[in-house]
């Protein structure tokens, strides 16, 4: 083989710096997120397994029922009435976007424009 | 009773047909997970209407500068006071007689119209010209009580319904409105807007839903700003109009504005 002494460390090389972020993060596992639930309310709206996956589609549900429908009150599985509000609901018991929003979005990595328009609750007041 | 065979099958087909509905019956009426509902204390219209009496405005105006009703819809909503007029953000303002009227303006009207700044906001026209050219359909009628309102998750910023709208009732947000917004003075009940989209004055749809008046009504200690449902004969509104001489913005055009003037 012609220039091995070049082509072979330089695949090495080229493999090495390729395959970095893999063996640089190995082992490193980032934590968790630990999203800190209000204390003092024990239920959501609707069931924790349902929020965790599907409260991006639920709060676009809600836009549409408040703006175009006028429905303000919604009624959750167990007959309790909540306003369906983002600013004067969710985050009147989710008092903290850092704690609670902000764990698992900075996790996954997503960006939720939401906050360009709704007013996150002012924290430590 | 005599029964044929034409007459049997006919209740025997009705019987089947009672029973096949009865296991929807039973399913609807169980209905027991979640929904959405209007809230009770919330103030029902044909189409939401306003009467403002410049005379009473004036006189107010005269004595303190009243700027009550602007500051109270401003505060509410989080609309940001603007120093810029190319890109202030406008939901209830005052223009002069000539801009609010053109149409009628005439050189020979008395000084105190001629001279006196005229209270404008949006006139959730009854044929909204803004409604009709938006592409995305963020802006809407709603069909319940006739206010013109935007759903700003919609908005892409085209400005068409700016274009539209001929009382300049619109505003667009060039910057982020945040930016003059004091945040101590912020109300956290309401959101703000973002860069690139279209505002306007939503009639208090989010206090109405509550069961309150609009703000700009609430906040007008002279009693020049009344509200009220204009389909119903009896209503506040209907009343004044039934009294006195009003003038309404470019009628001409066929929006149907539902903002009456008292001058």
């Known amino acids: 083989m ?5 082509i072979i460390p330089g695949i090495i090389l080229f493999v090495g710096l390729f395959t970095f972020p893999l063996w640089s993060n190995l082992g490193k596992a980032a934590p968790a997120p630990k999203p800190e639930l209000p204390k003092t309310e024990k239920v959501c709206v609707m069931d924790a397994a349902f929020m965790k996956t599907e409260h991006m589609v639920l709060l676009n549900d809600w836009r549409d029922k408040v703006v175009r429908e006028a429905n303000r009150v919604w009624v959750g599985p167990d007959g309790k009435e909540y306003q369906m509000s983002l600013q004067n609901s969710c985050m009147q018991c989710h008092a903290s976007k850092t704690k609670f929003c902000d764990q698992c979005h900075n996790y996954a990595g997503v960006k939720p424009y939401c906050w360009e328009c709704h007013l996150e609750p002012k924290e430590n007041m | 009773m005599e029964k044929d065979r034409r007459e049997f099958l006919k209740i025997g087909g009705i ?3 009672g029973l096949s509905a009865l296991p929807v019956f039973e399913a609807l009426a169980q209905g027991q997970g979640p929904k959405a509902m209007p809230d009770p204390r919330a103030l029902q219209a044909g189409q939401w209407a306003m009467v403002v009496d410049m005379k009473k405005c004036w006189e107010e105006q005269e004595k303190r500068q009243c700027k009550d009703c602007m500051d109270a819809c401003h505060k509410i909503h989080n609309v940001p006071t603007i120093p810029d007029p190319k890109r202030e ?25 001629k001279e006196s700044p005229f209270l404008l906001l949006c006139n959730h026209c009854s044929n909204p010209p803004c409604v009709q050219v938006c592409p995305t359909k963020a802006t809407f009628k709603r069909a319940e009580d006739g206010v013109v309102l935007m759903d700003f998750h919609r908005c892409i910023g085209c400005r ?10 619109r505003s667009f947000n060039w910057g982020d409105p945040r930016e003059y917004l004091d945040p101590q003075q912020i109300n956290q009940a309401f959101p703000t807007r973002r860069k690139g989209v279209v505002e306007k004055c939503n009639f208090c749809a ?3 839903a509550e069961g309150l008046p609009p703000a700009c009504v609430e906040a007008c200690k002279a009693k020049a700003l009344v509200y ?3 389909t119903d004969p009896e209503s506040e509104v209907r009343k004044i109009l039934a009294g006195q001489y009003t003038l309404r913005r470019k009628i001409a055009l066929g929006t149907g504005p539902n903002v009456y003037y008292i001058i």
């Open chain 1, 2 to 6: 012609y220039d091995s002494g070049k």
């Open chain 2, 15 to 17: 019987s089947v047909l």
């Open chain 2, 89 to 113: 953000i406008k939901w209830i303002w005052l223009e002069e007689y000539k801009h609010a009227f053109p149409d009628q303006a005439n050189e020979y009207a008395p000084e105190h119209v």
């Open chain 2, 160 to 169: 068409y319904c700016m274009a539209g709208c001929p009382y300049g009732a």
């Open chain 2, 206 to 208: 989010e206090r109405l």
């Open chain 2, 228 to 230: 009220g449902d204009i």
